[in-house]
């Protein structure tokens, strides 16, 4: 054969066999690339906003999904019994760090299912009271909050005033305080509390901060500095109640 052809067959072959590696290096960096599972006790629908402020958060933390991060979604829809399965699941597939949102409930599924894969914790409940942590007294300093108890969990705390949750905000007719802007949407008379989205993006940063390389045991568990009062007018008005114009002039969003 002449030595062109041989050449040019020779390159042929080389072009081919790197084009048929080529999908199997993508798929190499692919299992080599860290995976957040996110546990969530609510619907992908609902917290849409809220995974795109986790994503801010792991943007600045320098992790972004796709390129240096993937993120598995693990949704219990409102269907708490599920969350248990789905926490296992996230943990069979050998996870590097899990997000728990949506409640308490969530990082209690995601801490029952591990004792080794550390777990960021954006809830509005108490982290104490609920056994995610355990520091030696109530009002302990922020460094003595590090402290976890059966594996590395990072809490993000972010708790409302006054709250009390019900699904069936229809059937109130008392005065009731929330902890969520959502309440007031969905006709609660008042809400005062941390953003879902602070604490969401906090979350992110703490899930990069860990891929990073950072202890979770060294992370403080944050409270929120930031607080929205929220007052929806019409309930006031089927209540029969006069909102002053004074607390009216302090809220950040007034429903009418």
Same mark, same amino acid.
Request: charged content about 20%.
């Given at each position: 054969?002449?030595?062109?052809?041989? @050449?040019? *067959?020779?390159?042929?072959?080389?072009?081919?066999?790197?084009? /048929?590696?080529?999908?199997?290096?993508?798929?190499?960096?692919?299992?080599?690339?860290? =995976?957040?599972? !996110? +546990?969530?006790?609510?619907?992908?629908?609902?917290?849409?906003?809220?995974?795109?402020? !986790?994503?801010?958060? +792991? *943007?600045?933390?320098?992790?972004?999904?796709?390129?240096?991060?993937? &993120?598995?979604?693990?949704? /219990?829809?409102?269907?708490?019994? @599920? +969350?248990?399965? +789905?926490?296992?699941?996230?943990?069979? *597939?050998?996870?590097?760090?899990?997000? /728990?949102?949506?409640?308490?409930?969530?990082?209690?599924? $995601?801490?029952?299912?591990?004792?080794?894969?550390?777990?960021?914790?954006? &809830?509005?409940?108490?982290?104490?009271?609920?056994?995610?942590?355990?520091? %030696?007294?109530?009002?302990?300093?922020? &460094?003595?909050?590090? *402290?976890?108890?059966? #594996?590395?969990? /990072?809490?993000?705390?972010?708790?409302?005033?006054? %709250?009390?949750?019900?699904?069936?905000?229809?059937?109130?007719?008392?005065?009731?305080?929330? !902890?969520?802007?959502?309440?007031?949407? $969905?006709?609660?008379?008042? &809400?005062?509390?941390?953003? !879902?989205?602070?604490?969401?993006?906090? $979350?992110?940063?703490?899930?990069?901060?860990?891929? $990073?390389?950072?202890?979770? #045991? #060294?992370?403080?568990?944050?409270?929120?500095?930031?607080?929205?009062? =929220?007052?929806?007018? @019409?309930?006031? @008005?089927?209540?029969?109640?006069?909102?002053?114009?004074?607390?009216?002039?302090?809220?950040?969003?007034?429903?009418?």
């Amino acid at each position: 054969m002449p030595f062109d052809q041989l @050449k040019r *067959r020779d390159f042929i072959t080389l072009l081919g066999s790197a084009a /048929a590696a080529w999908p199997l290096a993508a798929r190499a960096q692919q299992q080599t690339m860290p =995976v957040i599972g !996110f +546990l969530c006790s609510g619907s992908a629908e609902a917290f849409a906003p809220l995974v795109a402020a !986790f994503r801010d958060g +792991l *943007r600045e933390a320098g992790y972004v999904e796709g390129r240096n991060v993937a &993120t598995e979604f693990a949704w /219990a829809a409102g269907r708490y019994d @599920k +969350l248990s399965s +789905l926490a296992a699941d996230l943990v069979s *597939r050998q996870v590097a760090v899990i997000v /728990a949102a949506g409640g308490a409930v969530a990082g209690l599924a $995601a801490k029952a299912a591990t004792t080794t894969i550390p777990i960021v914790v954006a &809830t509005g409940d108490d982290p104490v009271k609920y056994g995610l942590v355990r520091i %030696s007294t109530r009002f302990a300093s922020r &460094t003595s909050m590090n *402290r976890v108890t059966r #594996n590395p969990n /990072a809490e993000t705390e972010a708790r409302g005033l006054t %709250s009390m949750a019900s699904a069936a905000l229809g059937a109130i007719s008392v005065t009731t305080i929330y !902890f969520h802007r959502s309440f007031g949407l $969905a006709g609660g008379l008042i &809400t005062y509390g941390a953003t !879902f989205t602070d604490e969401l993006r906090t $979350a992110g940063q703490y899930a990069g901060r860990i891929l $990073a390389g950072e202890k979770p #045991n #060294n992370l403080p568990i944050l409270q929120p500095s930031k607080f929205e009062l =929220v007052i929806n007018l @019409k309930t006031a @008005k089927a209540l029969g109640l006069d909102v002053p114009p004074t607390l009216l002039a302090r809220a950040d969003e007034v429903i009418e």
